[in-house]
């Protein structure tokens, strides 16, 4: 299946809750014109913490992930307010949780969305080796994973307010998981020398200024 991933951005006047709910009403009015669509929802629904060994943005997102056979007209959400982008992409999953609740539900744990852009010093071929070959095997290596879903753009779309080389998911059981450094990266006696093979490896084909990084929940609308 086809998958595109389209990214809407909150205003600062608009509560976390209130945004929350109008990105939720607006995919399940989708899939409900829509049959054929599988959807889902990666959105801010909180303030990240004021201190944080993770440089989130406090700005809201929301991420959904449409999936279909043939990609119907989807000006529904491309015209909607603070739309930043729709990004067709391929899609790997190097572990994956066993889903086990109804769809509409939030996905229990936290996810971590990441959107970023390639190395300008390297050529896409060294991005794209890098990234999987050398960052996802020593992600799931060192961090508490349950669910790590890769995202390479492969296509954007033409009316773009921005533009970005790949989005990750990578999904705890906890939010202490993610939050407490010694519990994702390894442990107390590791964590140190765990965060700086990390920040070596993804400086090594990330462009470091632009990267964002984003506290969220997920939800399954139509699986």
Not at 100 to 117: A, I
Not at 194 to 215: P, Q, R
């Amino acid at each position: 299946m086809k998958k595109t991933i389209y990214l809407i951005r909150g205003e600062k006047a608009e509560s976390y809750n209130d945004f929350k709910n109008r990105i939720l009403s607006l995919v399940h009015n989708l899939v409900e014109k829509h049959e054929s669509v599988l959807a889902k929802v990666v959105l801010t629904e909180e303030a990240p913490p004021a201190i944080s060994i993770i440089p989130f943005k406090k700005m809201k997102i929301a991420a959904i992930s449409i999936a279909v056979e043939i990609k119907p007209s989807l000006n529904i959400i491309e015209e909607e307010h603070g739309f930043a982008g729709a990004f067709e992409v391929t899609e790997a999953l190097p572990v994956a949780y066993v889903k086990n609740w109804p769809d509409g539900k939030v996905t229990p744990g936290v996810c971590l969305l990441t959107l970023f852009n390639q190395k300008k010093a390297i050529d896409y071929k060294t991005f794209i080796n890098r990234w999987h070959h050398s960052h996802t095997p020593l992600s799931l290596k060192i961090h508490p994973l349950t669910h790590y879903n890769r995202n390479v753009v492969e296509k954007r779309c033409s009316n773009n307010k921005e533009n970005w080389d790949g989005v990750v998911e990578e999904h705890c059981k906890t939010k202490a998981e993610l939050l407490n450094p010694t519990k994702f990266f390894g442990g107390a006696l590791k964590m140190i020398p765990n965060m700086i093979s990390v920040y070596t490896d993804t400086k090594s084909f990330l462009d470091y200024g632009t990267i964002e990084t984003y506290l969220t929940a997920e939800y399954h609308i139509k699986s």
